[in-house]
């Protein structure tokens, strides 16, 4: 019954999304605002059907439903409630599903809270955002259907069909529970069950910026009002974005056990190119609101965002960053590939269009070079070579060479460490001046003036950095530029909580008026800030890392630096709650002689898990702010578990990476806030118990 | 006749006393620069599988009869193809490779510096308005901010 109600509110909903692109179009055209509404109440409904939708099927997984073979290929009855419902999206089929409930639930949102302050971009917005849904709808219902079910058919094959082939029976429900094959192992961590939905709450938010520019383009409302519309949605979709790719790295150091959390490998490089244009969006569309500059710019920027977006979930699930070829093979690979060609193309014309009638053109001049605005536009000229150098190393060399010279390549570290390196360091430099520049014109003078202290605690840290000891020229030169970048945002912040000081506010309520009168540009601050101190983090634990790989008896140790590890113990075959069975090493950490932890490696098997994914390496690590230890078992011999090979890495300042993350999430949190949020009331009161607290 | 035995016999151990004690250490080292041929993008020192285990036990075996590291990294290369390594080894395809993100990147600094001619003609054309100046406007940032500062809550 779950399948039935699952499958026809599906097929509700590409009726529902079709219609309503249909009403919004035809009416607009027409001038019927009844049709136009009643295209937006189907756009509303499409919600409500893709709730009921994902709801049977999650109701499918917890009451495990084995006939449906989505619940049987990612679900097992050993498995952990939590994984049970974070199995809507542990596979191809569930998580299309998921990601067209998430993408009409934005959009529902955007219609809702848009439909009265934005009713002439409405009627096209809608279109977009239901184009789009019908599009991953249809792959859903048409290719990777998640409610198909195995039967067996009289001739005794088992198939997995929609409809119920004739004269065959269901497949006997035990048979089923105990060949159920369960998560992928690699996604039972806390970390990789929420990464996904983060990605795609990032994902999908951007095409309701998407949506609304192109609603703009084609009804000829081209002011700044799609942007002023839809700048907190692209900064939640930012934020959504960054907390995935956050989640992202830290499940990578957790689980995958080689001892970092970013390897540039193409899934991950998919997710981080949207970031990168959203990112140069986020700083451009500033220019257009304070100077009405840069209207086309801004257009081919969140084409190229949501263009991004579909190309990496079409490139990541289509087998194309596997091979070329194995691409075609995927059920979703062609038409992903038709719709994201054909999108991005409908947008660029229609950008051109309105570009050669003139209606893009700027409000207002240029001034003077030495300028914000020109900084930003330098700004973005990195991030777009950023991604175009990252978009090479992922995916268009890889492809160019299997197309065309018939070879395989792999773009890795090196390739990435050389290209994205040097616009890492010019990223962080402007980050550090462009926040002291003036819109319209500033002079040399008035910019060094602003950024002398700044400068000046930036050389006195590398002084003491370099007196502790660390004396390789580029690391100085990283730390340095990262710094700065840094101090400029706590100067600055500094200077007006200072300024408010003076005036007899104490620090905490002249932090919080500060916050409340301009959260846009003290959540930018700490914005910078978190991705400074992100910067301090990757540079101490990519360039400052030590590993070593040793076998060691029972009682023996390996030293690494002043850090010594002793091999006590081996719990080998530990059964789990879950049914996983657990090898563990027990080892002793000591420093300086000192013991400091004990921790336990150790190496996961899931019996009847699939192919190639049976096994997790778990590191056992000792965190604290100066490095991680971080410890992983790679072997052992079989038999009696005497000896046993570890591989051990010491990983500076790495905390500083989560830590960072942390950061930039709090400033992104508080530029989506709008000014004065709360009511005059509680302002007050919280202004009195700032005073009181002081 | 026993001497030469014995000599044999030293011939034979002291090469094997001698021998190059490789470390997994050094073995790492080389396979942190090459990929797992099979598993997709994996680092060869980081891959877990017994196929990679293997792969790492070769390039123990090749720096034990004195193979260098590129030496080692084109065997792979001529048995597993240019995806075994971070950058391609064939000179054409590793400037394919290089080169382009370059190119690229210079294409978006032409795109941002024609921006900014764009911008620069434009307000020389306009020659009624005043000169540029760096005196702060409405929309000056740090005007903005003294306001802020000053200005009252």
């Known amino acids: 019954m779950l399948a039935e109600i699952g499958l026809v509110s599906l097929a ?89 409930f998430l993408m009409s639930g934005f959009s529902a949102a955007a219609i809702w809270l848009n439909w009265n302050t934005n009713r002439r971009l409405m009627p096209y917005a809608i279109a977009y955002m239901m184009a789009v849904l019908a599009f991953f709808v249809a792959l859903s219902l048409f290719i990777e259907n998640p409610f198909t079910r195995y039967w067996i058919t009289p001739t005794g094959d088992v198939v997995d069909t929609i409809l119920i082939p004739a004269g065959a029976s269901m497949p006997r429900a035990d048979l089923l529970a105990s060949s159920a094959r369960g998560l992928n192992p690699l996604l039972r961590h806390f970390g990789m069950a929420i990464h996904p939905p983060l990605l795609y709450l990032g994902f999908v938010g951007f095409v309701i910026p998407f949506a609304f520019a192109m609603s703009a383009l084609a009804s000829g409302d081209l002011s700044s009002n799609w942007i002023k519309a839809t700048r907190r949605w692209t900064l939640t979709s930012w934020l959504f974005l960054s907390l995935g790719l956050l989640l992202g790295g830290r499940w990578a150091y957790d689980v995958l056990g080689w001892g970092g959390y970013w390897g540039w490998d193409p899934v991950e490089n998919a997710a981080f190119l949207p970031w ?130 018939d070879t395989e390549i792999t773009l890795g570290l090196e390739y990435f460490n050389r290209v994205t390196t040097p616009l890492f360091v010019v990223m962080y430099i402007l980050m550090g001046i462009a926040p002291l520049a003036a819109w319209g014109a500033t002079s040399l003078k008035r910019l060094g003036k602003a950024i002398l202290i700044p400068f000046a605690l930036t050389m006195v840290s590398l002084v003491g950095i370099a007196m502790a000891g660390m004396n390789s020229i580029g690391a100085l030169f990283g730390y340095g530029v990262v710094m700065l970048a840094g101090y400029v945002a706590l100067y600055e912040i500094y200077r007006a909580i200072a300024a408010r000081s003076r005036r007899g506010e104490n620090p905490l309520a002249a932090t919080f008026a500060l916050l409340q009168r301009s959260p846009r540009r003290y959540g930018g601050y700490l914005i910078h800030l978190g991705v400074t101190v992100i910067g301090i983090g990757v540079i101490g634990s990519t360039l400052y890392q030590q590993e070593t790989q040793r076998t060691l008896s029972v009682g023996e140790s390996l030293t690494i630096d002043n850090y010594e590890l002793r091999y006590d113990r081996f719990d080998g075959q530990q059964v789990s709650r879950d049914g996983r069975i657990m090898d563990i090493a027990n080892v002793t950490i000591l420093r300086d002689g000192r013991e400091i932890t004990q921790l336990r490696p150790r190496r996961d098997f899931f019996p009847g898990g699939q192919d190639g994914m049976n096994s997790m390496t778990i590191a056992g690590s000792h965190s604290t702010l100066e490095n991680d230890f971080y410890v992983l078992l790679v072997g052992w011999e079989p038999v009696n578990q005497n000896t046993v090979t570890f591989k051990v890495y010491i990983n500076p300042l790495i905390n500083l990476v989560w830590w960072g993350g942390i950061i930039l999430i709090l400033g992104t949190v508080i530029t989506s806030l709008p000014a004065n949020v709360m009511p005059e009331r509680v302002r007050k009161q919280m202004v009195v118990l700032a005073g009181a607290n002081a | 006749m026993r001497k030469i035995g014995l000599i044999i016999v030293f011939l034979l151990i002291v090469p094997t006393i001698f021998a190059q004690q490789i470390t997994e250490d050094e073995v790492n080292q080389i396979a942190k620069r090459m990929y797992c041929p099979v598993c997709e993008n994996i680092p060869l020192d980081a891959c877990g599988t017994a196929a990679c285990a293997d792969w790492r036990y070769e390039i123990r075996l090749m720096m034990e009869q004195g193979f260098t590291e590129e030496q080692i990294r084109a065997d792979f290369v001529d048995r597993f193809g240019d995806r075994v390594v971070g950058t391609p080894q064939d000179p054409a395809l590793r400037a394919l490779s290089l080169v382009t993100p370059w190119l690229l990147g210079l294409i978006a600094l032409m795109v941002g510096l024609m921006t900014f001619w764009k911008w620069n003609k434009a307000a020389e054309t306009k020659i009624e308005k005043p000169a540029p100046s760096a005196t702060p406007d409405a929309n000056d940032y740090r005007s903005i901010l003294e306001k802020d500062l000053y200005g009252g809550s």
Request: proline share 2%; with cysteine.
């Open chain 1, 276 to 405: 990168l244009t959203g990112t140069a969006l986020l700083h451009s569309v500033m220019i257009q609101e304070k100077r009405g500059m840069l209207k086309l710019w801004n257009m081919f920027l969140i084409i190229g965002t949501f263009s991004a977006v579909i190309f990496g979930t079409f490139a990541t699930r289509s087998g194309l960053v596997e091979s070329v070829h194995s691409f075609a093979r995927s059920g979703i690979g062609i038409p992903m590939f038709l719709f994201w060609s054909g999108m991005t193309l409908v947008s660029v014309w229609l950008i051109l269009w309105r570009n050669r009638r003139g209606e893009l053109r700027d409000d207002n001049e240029f001034v003077n070079l030495l300028s914000r605005e020109s900084l930003f536009v330098l700004n973005n000229v990195v991030f777009m070579a950023l991604f175009l150098a990252i978009f090479w190393g992922s995916f268009g060399a890889p492809i160019i060479s299997e197309l065309f010279m």
């Open chain 1, 12 to 100: 509700f909903t590409l009726l529902a999304a079709l219609y309503s692109v249909g009403a919004c179009v035809y009416g607009q055209h027409k001038r019927l605002p009844h049709l136009i509404l009643s295209g937006r109440n189907a756009a509303l409904m499409t919600f409500v059907s893709l709730f009921i939708s994902t709801g049977a099927l999650e109701v499918a997984l917890l009451t495990e439903q084995y006939q449906i073979s989505y619940v049987w290929s990612v679900s097992n009855p050993s498995m952990q409630m939590f994984y049970r419902v974070t199995a809507l999206w542990g596979s191809q089929a569930g998580s299309l599903l998921f990601w067209a």
